[in-house]
């Protein structure tokens, strides 16, 4: 039976969306241009919010299109511009790089990714062993790699032990174009150990998310916004480490004790097991590997294993922007494993690509936010208090608004603002150095709340394994909770009880620098 165009044009509209989804997303298309009107500033609000809708119903439809398409009517009507847009892009140049080069670098690195993690997954039977080093192993990357990379190292993992188990459960070990996003191949008798190891890997990939953000809050390559924050304090790498460890180092503390905890007790869809189905084939698989590996073969695992120095090495002295020696590893591993052909370099970026696109449609949210002066009100209440007070509040102020917003903006709002407070006075240094530590701890621990707090969470929940574990915004955000409450608690403790004295105590020893230079610290101009 014909149908007519305009049931054609609305069934290609998001495709196979459901249809609720469908009309919603329209809902807010006619909704957002007559509350503009009304009133710029709840516009933006809603904005964000349906945004924030569209990354949590990543698994019906890929926030992209939707999340576009309400950003691109938000320039049409007012809200923002393409030229900020633009600059909120360019600004986070460093992320946008990361991403098109070094999670593609990273999948030239994963067959020696597969060998130690095989090992370490067989070796380790031990479920809450096993997860105390996923998590202190990503928080230690971390401290030294971007978040975003080691949560793309542990992708590559997940989805090559999915991969392995799926293919043979299904029948199809000797095909290599397995389609393993579909069970309809899968034996009866093995569809519970199948979602028995979804739930193992599950919890393997929220503990190294969790993990990364533990680590990540340390030092100033962690995330991207502590470079931000150092590049204003003028810290270097060892100052901002030092700086950041009254609160750092107890809550990571506490987060590997709450990993422990969370295995011993199952609570909150942890303490999944392994089935022995899944650790015999696994087993095998790697007797197998051992077994054909080559002399060729070896070589190329002792190239990457050199190329993985570099890149730590690399990271840790800032030797060049993230993205660059994401595009260094790219050229290294494929030159000396002998990926030459275009087709077969092509498959490294079909897993960022769509990505990148998401996050600067971020950014133009960003801008909105921006522009209609979404965060000032929060900002100048913070900055009406003083002392312990005004610290907690900047912790707790940079933690709700990261879980809403995305950690990055929100850590580059406020240090531009506190920068701008010093140069006119009203600020101390002392006060600015102590306020850039909370600001820091604030926007990293807190935005484990939410996939969109972090950049590194969003790309697990938008990432090819998140539909393969059933890993759903609202399932990551449940298993998120209790390390949500835990580093929040721990950090806000931290900064209140100690964060002063130690700071001095510091300084007293001469482990941090006394600054007393003003314009280190100003605008972006550098007044």
């Not at 107890?250 to 899944?278: D, H, R």
Request: glycine share 8%; net charge negative.
């Amino acid at each position: 039976m014909a149908i007519s165009t305009f049931e054609a044009v609305y069934r290609n509209f998001l495709g196979p969306a459901p249809d609720w989804y469908k009309k919603t997303i329209i809902g807010f298309l006619f909704l957002n241009p007559i509350l503009f009107s009304l009133d710029p500033y709840i516009a933006g609000w809603a904005l964000v919010i349906e945004f924030i809708f569209t990354l949590a119903m990543a698994l019906k439809c890929y926030p992209l299109q939707p999340g576009g398409l309400l950003l691109i009517e938000a320039i049409l009507i007012g809200m923002t511009t393409p030229q900020h847009m633009m600059l909120e892009i360019t600004t986070n140049i460093e992320v946008v790089l990361l991403l098109v080069f070094m999670v593609a670098g990273i999948y030239f690195m994963k067959d020696l990714l597969m060998f130690l993690f095989t090992k370490l997954v067989i070796k380790v039977e031990n479920k809450t062993m096993l997860s105390v080093a996923f998590i202190a192993s990503s928080a230690f990357l971390s401290a030294f790699l971007d978040a975003l990379t080691v949560v793309a190292v542990i992708i590559s993992v997940g989805l090559g032990f999915y991969s392995i188990y799926h293919k043979i459960a299904s029948g199809k070990e000797f095909h290599h174009d397995h389609d393993h996003t579909s069970d309809s191949n899968v034996d009866t008798p093995q569809h519970g150990d199948l979602d028995k190891f979804r739930a193992f890997l599950r919890n393997l990939m929220m503990h190294s998310a969790v993990g990364t953000a533990l680590g990540g809050v340390m030092t100033m390559v962690g995330e991207p916004q502590n470079l931000i924050i150092a590049e204003k304090a003028s810290w270097g790498f060892g100052e901002f480490f030092v700086r950041m460890s009254p609160i750092t180092i107890p809550v990571f503390v506490f987060g590997v004790i709450t990993a422990f905890l969370l295995e011993k007790t199952k609570t909150f869809s942890y303490g999944a097991q392994m089935p022995n189905s899944v650790r015999h084939i696994l087993k095998d698989y790697d007797k197998h590997m051992d077994s054909e590996r080559t002399t060729r073969d070896k070589a190329r695992l002792g190239v990457q294993a050199l190329i993985g120095i570099w890149l730590i090495v690399g990271l840790a002295g800032h030797f060049a922007s993230v993205g660059l020696i994401g595009l260094s590893v790219i050229i290294l591993a494929t030159a000396m494993s002998g990926i030459v052909e275009e087709h077969a370099l092509g498959k490294a970026f079909e897993e960022s690509l769509p990505f990148t696109a998401l996050l600067c449609v971020f950014f133009g949210v960003v801008a909105v936010i921006v522009d209609q002066g979404l965060f000032l009100p929060v900002i100048e209440y913070v900055l009406s208090f003083e002392g312990e007070a005004q610290l907690v509040l900047f912790f707790i102020a940079n933690g709700v608004l990261s879980m809403v917003s995305d950690n990055v903006f929100v850590g580059t709002v406020y240090i531009n603002e506190v920068a701008a407070a010093l140069a006119k006075g009203e600020i101390t240094r002392d006060q600015f150095d102590l306020l850039a530590v909370a600001i820091n701890t604030g926007t990293n621990l807190p935005s484990v709340a939410t996939p969109n707090g972090q950049a590194a969470f969003l790309f697990l929940l938008t990432s090819a394994i998140a539909p393969l574990l059933k890993l759903s915004y609202g399932r990551m955000v449940y298993m998120a909770l209790p390390y949500t409450v835990v580093l929040t608690i721990v950090g806000l403790a931290a900064t209140y009880l100690g964060l002063i004295d130690l700071t001095q105590s510091l300084y007293d020893m001469h482990l941090i620098n006394h600054h007393t230079d003003l314009p280190s610290v100003g605008g972006g101009d550098g007044h």
